[in-house]
């Protein structure tokens, strides 16, 4: 890790600047950068980074004494720190984060049956509940690097909570893809009346001037009526979206919102992105489909761990493919974690391939730190077409991520890719920069009074969550759907003798 003394000492004297200046100097530090020229990583040890308004201007490697900056520019030493892209998170749900810890053994069928989905919780959260939930939820994610999210935003039963959740990522400051969830509801609030809402989204434009855009997010595609699906396809053809969302299972999960059937609808191959996250039963012709519209997949690694989704075949189309946290408020939010499950998952079965199916050893890791990284970052931003978000090269947005590479977990880094990929955690991440911005400064977010925040939200998430433990929660058994049933998994057994030691959940 290099000394960056002389760069320091020949920018010292602006050390006090304005920390709101419109420009920022991180100097010093290794940067993971992008090179359009190799497509691919290219780090700059010792090197500085120049941040103009919302976007980067240059990279310096190494820094030149004679160079004039700014007038206004705000020096930030980053010595023995490792400067990366933002994360970019393709699949999220925000409003969730009051209901933390309370779906800790919870799997898919439990979650729908249940009050934890967009459905069962709308009897739990009321407006002021989807707001503070979507603003926490937003903090989080930068506090954890993430600067980009695409937000499947479900928790829209009505104008109210639709703008409550519309309101919680304006007022986050976090780069989010608002995408409002269409969905069949059993509160009167009718489809046309939801697609009616998402038209005066696009044309009152109340996130105008801020860091969130809209989207469309529907999971009925295969299920819905004639009317349903004519009324979304009316609407995204007479409306400007920046991307439309949807979950795609398949199996014995149904949710069969495929590339296949999307295509059917004329929608596929357009300017328009589309992101389909799980695709768990993803099938060839689907991935045909991706490549050749150039359209993604989000997968959500711990996730499809937790609730059993599956992601059999996705290691198949990895270059059309992008990863995500879903549920934050069950499990980690953080897409170091993320990644690092997708990493080793996949390792995991390439590896299987060989010593199981053939019965030999492997020459070589199957998958790189590398490509973890730039299904973390990169792709993130090709999912949603925007080749300036999740990553560092001159004219991209300015969505910066800086880790301490001091921290006991990170002491003694030499690649800046495997010790984030495999090593980092939230605690070693220092600075998060966002359009230029610091939304993380010295390892505590900038939202001003956050502490009085805290206390609001705690509020909500213990009324939210009082509500779900008088809820009366069914009993999983019989037909799951037309084409499933239930049944039982073998169980953990952690115990000698007696008992398994499943327990029970502390609520």
Not at 29 to 53: H, M, P, Y
Not at 215 to 240: C, F, H, M, P, R
Not at 325 to 330: C, N, S
């Amino acid at each position: 890790m290099p000394d960056s003394s002389a760069t320091a000492a020949s920018v010292s004297r602006m050390e006090a600047r304005n920390q709101e200046a419109s420009s920022i100097l991180l100097h010093g530090g290794t940067i993971i950068a992008f090179d359009d020229a190799t497509q691919a990583l290219k780090v700059l040890r010792g090197g500085s980074l120049l941040i103009v308004n919302d976007r980067i201007q240059t990279l310096y490697d190494p820094f030149p004494n004679n160079t004039t900056l700014p007038h206004d520019t705000h020096l930030v030493n980053c010595t023995n720190k490792i400067i990366s892209p933002g994360f970019v998170d393709t699949h999220h749900h925000g409003w969730q984060t009051t209901m933390r810890t309370i779906g800790a053994n919870t799997n898919l069928p439990g979650y729908f049956a249940g009050s934890l989905s967009e459905y069962g919780a709308m009897e739990l959260a009321g407006p002021d509940d989807v707001y503070i939930g979507q603003l926490m939820g937003f903090l989080e994610s930068m506090n954890a690097g993430t600067t980009t999210t695409l937000d499947h935003a479900h928790g829209t039963w009505g104008d109210a909570s639709a703008d409550a959740g519309m309101k919680g990522s304006i007022d986050s400051g976090a780069r989010v893809f608002f995408a409002h969830t269409v969905h069949p509801l059993k509160n009167n609030y009718t489809i046309a009346q939801q697609v009616a809402k998402l038209k005066c989204f696009a044309r009152e434009r109340v996130f105008a001037g801020t860091n969130v855009e809209l989207g469309l997010a529907y999971d009925y595609w295969g299920d819905g009526s004639a009317d349903d699906v004519n009324q979304l396809v009316e609407a995204i053809k007479t409306t400007n979206l920046s991307v439309i969302t949807t979950h795609f299972l398949g199996g014995p999960w149904k949710f069969n919102n495929s590339p296949q059937l999307i295509h059917s609808y004329g929608l596929l191959n357009t300017s328009t992105p589309w992101v389909f996250s799980h695709a768990s039963f993803v099938q060839p012709m689907d991935m045909y489909l991706l490549r050749s519209t150039n359209q993604y997949i989000s997968t959500l690694a711990e996730s499809e761990s937790h609730y059993g989704h599956s992601n059999n075949k996705v290691e198949m189309i990895l270059d059309q493919d992008s990863i995500g946290v879903d549920t934050h408020f069950t499990y980690s939010t953080d897409m170091m974690t993320q990644a690092r499950m997708w990493l080793q998952t996949v390792r995991h079965r390439f590896y299987d391939d060989v010593v199981v199916n053939h019965w030999n050893v492997s020459k070589k890791s199957p998958m790189s730190v590398t490509q973890g990284f730039l299904l973390a970052t990169r792709n993130g931003g090709l999912a949603l077409r925007r080749p300036d978000l999740g990553v560092i090269k001159e004219g991209a947005k300015a969505d910066i991520v800086v880790f301490d590479g001091m921290t006991p977990g990170l002491l003694g880094w030499v690649d800046p890719v495997a010790a984030i990929m495999l090593h980092s955690s939230v605690a070693d991440i220092e600075h998060v920069i966002i359009n230029g911005k610091f939304m993380k400064k010295n390892g505590k977010l900038t939202y001003p009074h956050y502490g009085d925040l805290k206390l609001k939200f705690l509020e909500s998430s213990r009324r939210v969550q009082d509500r779900y433990k008088k809820a009366t929660l069914p009993v999983l058994h019989g037909a799951y759907n037309e084409a499933s049933m239930m049944e039982d998994p073998m169980e953990a057994d952690v115990l000698r003798g007696e008992g398994t030691g499943y327990g029970v959940d502390f609520l």
